[in-house]
């Protein structure tokens, strides 16, 4: 195998392991994990199976055909994360892939940003599972790909003038990278107990699906909707979404009539808390992984 210095100037198919069927199986979930997200409705300012909400640029057709472009960048990372025990060079091999599977999403979609935050959280998460053969524990792969994140990347450029990197510096927020450094708090303390809460009460599963994005939302310092409308757009979307859960949730009457008023709002704001979104689709993707491991 080539430097890592000459492994980040080849495409992702190239540095990827051959083809590994565990690998491939984690792809197919990371996949399925981001078309179950932009696919569950209704979600309040987010691209769904109805519409574009506060997006001009995206539709639910090019985000689906984004997630399965982005199939054999995940796979790459699986594979690396099978085949390397140095964290080290693991975290600069993955890192290398995941920027060449930013530009296969941009060739895909146009030039369109669709997936470039979940590509980073799925990423991580992909390669710590990869990396924990057998044990699909939401926590103990949060805390791995915790680790990978923490670590420098050499070969990363140090900006990037993306509108989260903005954002974090423009209101002192820690945006994804932050997100995934602490081991993805969001997710493993709020959207994954909101999700089994909600199944074990009876709601169906779209409605446990929406309440665990309520439950991010609630809390997320969210650096799309930062970038879009600011800390009174923020405090709208984390008031809304708490006040969602507080009427019920979405399976209940009440909840569904403030999650459609919430909706209203945030499209009058023309905001959309694209940063849940990103840690929904994580949070799908880990409760896949560990209902097959215990399965």
Partial sequence: MGSTSELTARPFA???????????????????ALIDEVTLSPKPGLVDFRGRGAHRDLSWPLMCHSARTLHPAFAAMAAAGEAEGELQALRERIGAIGRDGEAAMLRATGGINTHRGAIWALGLLVTAVAQMPGRGDAGLVAARAAALARLPDRFAPAATGHKGERACRAYGVGGARAQAQAGFPHVTRAALPT??????????????RLNALLAVMAELDDTCVLSRGGPTALAAVQDGAAGVLAAGGAGRAAGRRALRALEKHLLALDVSPGGAADLLAATLFLDRVEAQATA
């Avoid at 190239?14 to 083809?19: F, L, N, R």
């Avoid at 089994?196 to 446990?208: K, V, Y």
């Fill in 195 to 208: 999700l089994r809460a909600s199944r074990e009460r009876g709601d169906p599963e779209d409605a446990a």
């Fill in 14 to 32: 190239a540095v990827a392991t051959p083809a590994r069927p565990h690998a491939t199986r984690l792809a197919d979930h990371a996949v399925a």
